[in-house]
């Protein structure tokens, strides 16, 4: 009697055992040791795209051999369906617009008033589509040619917004770097003495932290810079435009490993050499690069 108890109660452990399945003792603790794996390593989400434009009177070589005011750059990159904050930084001491009917844009930048310090503007929109997209400065503009030829040319007043699937694998930054860009403290020169410096347009900007960024530098300056990050691993070398009118474009991806402040700097002579206020103030050929989730 007693041995067919004993029998029983060992076939029901048995059978209930079965039915527990992975709530056994020793499956538990692995399967929520995963759940807090997968949690803790979840993929970085874009929730914010930072694009910079400059705006520079009467900087940009025409066909016709005379400067002409121009956008920097004109055609830039996006995601579909992330939000994408614009600054333009308006150098030229009079109005400019970014006017795109496709995504409710019409953006007015007031021009400056002091040489060297521009007026900012910033604006969000969404794109919703991917495709090329037109945009145009709609304010009369381009006077000091005597023609208004930046208003209805590619590559001046004119530009392209191209917008690409969201693959959650990659951001897009554009910067712009111009010889004696941003006003500042005297300094002497071979033709006597200027408050102008070499400087980024912007020195700092915005990245989301793990996700590779395609950083586009467009260079106005025939001297060649750098972005050095030693805390980043970055030495990227961007080379000077070959003649003044002209622009040079500097293309990298680089991935930020996590949210932080990184200071970068030009390791290159520039400015008037290395000790030069450029190459020792932030603004100007320092800044940092702010890794934000």
């Not at 521009?118 to 000091?144: A, H, I, Y």
């Not at 001297?223 to 030693?230: E, K, M, Y």
């Not at 008037?272 to 450029?278: F, K």
């Amino acid at each position: 009697m007693k041995k067919s108890i004993i029998s029983s109660v060992a076939v029901m452990s048995t059978i209930s055992m079965a039915a527990l399945g992975a709530f056994s003792v020793g499956t538990l603790p692995v399967q929520a040791a995963q759940v807090h794996h997968t949690a803790k390593h979840a993929a970085p989400k874009l929730k914010l795209q930072h694009i910079y434009l400059t705006i520079m009177p009467g900087s940009h070589l025409g066909p016709d051999g005379k400067m002409h005011d121009s956008y920097s750059p004109t055609d830039f990159t996006v995601v579909q369906g992330v939000p994408v904050q614009v600054t333009i930084y308006n150098y030229d001491g009079g109005p400019h617009s970014f006017t795109c009917p496709t995504f409710g844009l019409n953006v007015v930048i007031p021009g400056t008033s002091k040489n060297g310090v521009p007026n900012v503007k910033t604006f969000t929109f969404t794109p919703q589509n991917t495709g090329s997209f037109m945009w145009q400065c709609e304010l009369q503009c381009d006077g000091g040619s005597g023609t208004d030829f930046s208003m209805w040319n590619d590559g001046y007043m004119v530009g392209t917004v191209k917008v690409v699937p969201n693959n959650g694998n990659e951001q897009f930054v554009t910067l712009t770097v111009q010889g004696g860009l941003d006003y500042g403290p005297t300094k002497k020169t071979k033709h006597g003495t200027s408050n102008m410096h070499d400087a980024f347009s912007p020195a700092s900007f915005t990245v989301t932290p793990g996700i590779p960024v395609h950083l586009s530098v467009y260079n106005w300056d025939t001297g060649d810079h750098s972005i050095t990050s030693s805390a980043l691993g970055l030495n990227l070398m961007i080379k000077g435009a070959d003649k003044a009118g002209d622009v040079k474009a500097n293309n990298f991806t680089f991935t930020v490993p996590k949210a932080g402040k990184y200071k970068w700097q030009c390791e290159i002579k520039c400015d008037g050499g290395m000790t030069s206020y450029s190459m020792t103030h932030v603004g100007y050929m320092e800044g940092y690069i702010n890794a934000v989730n």
